[in-house]
């Protein structure tokens, strides 16, 4: 039997990769050596076509992080 493991969600992104050529690219979060970052990268040979800061806790959601700047 299989043990059960963490999964993430990857979104399609349409492009074609720059290192392969191939039109398999996907969004999803990373914890990278900065901190979370929302990456898209080619599913075929993991060449990193874009890499932004995500949140700072990753997909832990803090209730003062839902507080509007300002307040």
Do not use: H
């Not at 999964?7 to 999803?28: K, N």
């Not at 898209?40 to 993991?46: F, M, P, R, S, W």
């Amino acid at each position: 039997m299989k043990a059960p493991g963490r999964t993430v969600e990857r979104s399609p992104v349409d492009g074609r990769c720059p290192g392969c050529g191939e039109e398999r690219l996907a969004r999803y979060p990373i914890l990278g050596e900065v901190g979370w970052e929302m990456v898209v990268k080619c599913q075929g040979c993991l060449v990193s076509v874009e890499r932004r800061p995500w949140k700072r806790l990753g997909p832990i959601e803090l209730l003062i992080d839902r507080i509007p700047e300002g307040r």
